[in-house]
């Protein structure tokens, strides 16, 4: 698994306990599922693993969810978690919308070289029946430098460059039903459709039913009957920023690691009646 942004569950068995490494829940969930992702890390988590939580985790003066904190708010934040620049993390999540992919682009962002995602996640680790732990774990406060990296970060202004002079492929996440807009929503007064131009790969077709990424044939099989090209930029979006980083982590698991996620993703393009929309009954802007 060498240059692999992922670590299996036997690695992360191995080598639980060493000095340098932290392993992060990254669990989140969606408003309307009933689930509180802090009260289940409480419950059972891996043992020693600290909570990230990308809900707190924000740009305090953005109106859009989990929005990227900037680099002196995200190293704040995480130096009261306890990790430093020489870590080696292994974010997890127990989450449908596969969250840990999420705080591995956040950190990526941030300069952070050495973190990985745990393949298949806390599902994979209990099916297994490898240990958990209940309580809150806390580590000492320590000192964190974030050196961000804005070429893996997109703007609603990027993607609007983008729409008239295709820099990078947008690569949409979302199921197809709602990027083709014959799905409603799940936020309310959002339209439906997609950015003009867009690809769709949606995220839940990266995994195998035990949470695992599929293996890269079967990955590059997928990517490229959406149309995608690895070989040229790309930009990835979804709902509101998070499974668009299932798709930058099922990139680089091909060797991608450059790709640049739209961070405001629907919940901002289609909340904002003057951007275009494209539906594919049209193939044609609209707007609302």
């Known amino acids: 698994m060498a240059n692999s942004p992922l670590k299996t569950v036997e690695w992360l068995t191995k080598n639980l306990g060493r000095d340098n490494l932290v392993v992060l829940d990254a669990s989140w969930h969606l408003p309307d599922s009933g689930r509180n992702a802090r009260d289940e890390y409480s419950a059972a ?6 909570f ?12 859009q969810p989990h929005t990227l904190p900037g680099a002196r708010d995200f190293a704040g934040a995480v130096t009261k978690l306890g990790i430093t620049n020489g870590s080696k993390i292994v974010v997890y999540d127990n989450s449908d919308v596969r969250t840990a992919p999420r705080a591995w682009w956040m950190f990526r962002t941030m300069g952070h070289k050495n973190i990985y995602v745990l393949d298949g996640g806390l599902q994979l680790w209990q099916a297994q029946k490898r240990p958990t732990e209940s309580g809150d774990t806390k580590s000492p406060v320590s000192s964190y430098f974030a050196d961000y990296n804005p070429a893996l970060y997109l703007t609603k202004n990027d993607i609007l460059t983008n729409i008239e002079e295709t820099t990078h492929q947008i690569v949409d996440a979302r199921a197809a039903g709602r990027y083709n807009g014959t799905a409603p929503e799940p936020r309310p007064g959002l339209r439906s459709g997609h950015i003009p131009g867009a690809r769709n790969l949606p995220f839940g077709e990266l995994y195998n039913a035990n949470g695992t990424m599929l ?7 997928k990517i490229e009957a959406a149309g995608i090209d690895l070989t040229s930029p790309i930009g990835t979006s979804c709902g509101s920023g998070v499974t668009a980083c299932c798709l930058a982590l099922a990139f680089a698991k091909l060797g991608k690691w450059d790709t640049a996620v739209y961070d405001g993703s629907w919940s901002e393009w289609g909340s904002q009646a003057d951007l275009p929309i ?6 044609k802007e609209v707007r609302a």
């Open 52 to 63: 990230f939580d990308i809900d707190a985790i924000v740009d305090p003066n953005s109106d």
């Open 45 to 50: 988590h891996i043992p020693g693993a600290l």
């Open 278 to 283: 494209e539906t594919p009954s049209d193939c």
């Open 215 to 221: 293996g890269n044939e079967e990955l590059a099989s």
